[in-house]
């Protein structure tokens, strides 16, 4: 049996071409540039990308809720490049209702908290 063939781009190629969309002075979360790239659940995939491919605004993508997840230096790296472009923190953690940027034609479904 024959698979018809796939119109997604390589996961590489399309999660590189979303973080270089992310624009200066805003912030995405890995599972959203995941998404947007037309691969959800894959945000583990989109660290692998940002340490393989050179020249991708790395710092502009963030851990869950807007945490950096990088240790040590790297993580007060990232909060000085972010805090150059004009990104506010809330602790430790970006506001993303300020900074998250959003993708046309991505939906998430939230669902209500209990």
Not at 26 to 40: D, I, L, S
Not at 108 to 113: A, D, F, L
């Amino acid at each position: 049996m024959k698979r018809s063939p796939t119109l997604k781009p390589p996961i590489a190629v399309a999660v590189a071409e979303v973080i270089r969309r992310i624009p200066r002075g805003r912030v995405c979360t890995y599972g959203t540039v995941a998404e947007a790239a037309g691969y959800p659940r894959c945000a583990r995939h989109v660290a692998k990308v940002l340490n393989d491919v050179h020249g991708l605004p790395w710092h502009r993508v963030l851990g869950s809720g807007g945490r950096i997840s990088l240790k040590g230096e790297y993580g007060f790296e990232q909060r000085f490049l972010l805090e150059a472009e004009g990104v506010r923190f809330k602790g430790r953690r970006v506001d993303m209702l300020s900074h998250e940027q959003h993708f046309p034609g991505m939906y998430r479904e939230t669902s209500p908290r209990k």
